[in-house]
């Protein structure tokens, strides 16, 4: 069997400042209530960082150099709860022909919901253009959180990037918003059973929406955010790993179990496309 090793970057590539956003300010000696976070209105904004969150492929003996000595999940941050659901867009006018990953996006986020014991909630929130803050690559943040395909490098086949803010005096980190692209230049398919030579876009979904919600990579094998994908394999149920790495961030046992929900077959990827060409 051939694997693909995956290389995972999780890098504070730039601070960027930015105003702060719908900040009350609070009057001296005012009572202003803290959220869940301890955070009074506006507290957390005044500086963010850009992380990319990338999952590489290389080519077949490619060694796991980079791969993380992790023994469980790691985590990057989390939305607020006053942040749910996350509003999430997908941009049609991306898509490959014949290529979607509009029902893989719906079913992920089913999927991760469906993991008991924690309230992460996220919801399709319609159709979005593409244009600037889109794509990783330009790092502009327009407050929309959008999963889009385009051509990616040609070992990457996804790549989401996740603004996050600091929150001052903790450890914890905000996301403000995320950005997912799938390439258009791997051999995708939604197949009940994944070809040898093809990869499993919903598990790829999966994966990128882990990191949008705030999960980083795995050591753990078997697990959706694990970070190595061999072609013809498929990672569709969180394992105990990653459903433990959701729970650390939005643990909450009174939270109502949401069922999941099978992929819808029409909105499959069936396109083979050359694989891994290059110009
Ligand atoms: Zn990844």
């Excluded at 961030?249 to 099978?262: E, H, N, Q, R």
Aim: charged share 20%; glycine share 8%.
């Amino acid at each position: 069997m051939r694997w693909f090793s995956a290389v995972v970057a999780v890098a504070a590539l730039s601070a960027a400042l930015f105003g702060i956003l719908g900040g009350a300010q609070a009057s001296p000696g005012a009572a202003v209530a803290k959220d869940a976070d301890g955070l009074l209105p506006g507290e957390v904004l005044e500086r963010a960082e850009f992380a990319l969150i990338d999952a590489r492929f290389a080519p077949e003996g490619t060694a796991l150099a980079e791969a993380p000595d992790l023994a469980m999940f790691t985590a990057n941050g989390r939305w607020a709860d006053t942040a749910l659901p996350v509003p999430v867009r997908y941009v049609f006018a991306t898509d490959p022909k014949e290529v979607s990953a509009f029902g893989s996006l719906l079913w992920s986020l089913r999927r991760w919901e469906a993991v008991g014991g924690q309230k992460l909630r996220a919801s399709y929130a319609g159709a979005f253009a593409t244009g600037p803050g889109v794509t990783c690559t330009d790092r502009t943040r327009d407050n929309v959180n959008t999963v889009s395909f385009t051509k990616l490098d040609s070992k990457l086949l996804g790549t989401t990037c996740v603004f996050f803010a600091n929150v001052p005096g903790t450890q914890t980190r905000r996301i403000l918003e995320f950005d997912m692209e799938l390439t258009t230049e791997a051999t995708w398919s939604a197949s009940e059973t994944t070809a040898p030579s093809a990869f499993d876009l919903p598990t790829v979904v999966l994966h990128e929406m882990g990191h949008a919600i705030g999960l980083g990579h795995t050591a753990v094998t078997g697990t959706v955010m694990q970070e190595a994908l061999a072609p013809g394999t498929q990672f569709r149920v969180p394992a105990q790993d990653d459903r433990d790495g959701l729970i650390s961030l939005y643990g909450d046992a009174a939270a109502p179990t949401v069922t999941p929900m099978a992929l819808p077959p029409a909105s499959f990827a069936t396109r083979r496309l050359p694989a891994l060409a290059k110009e």
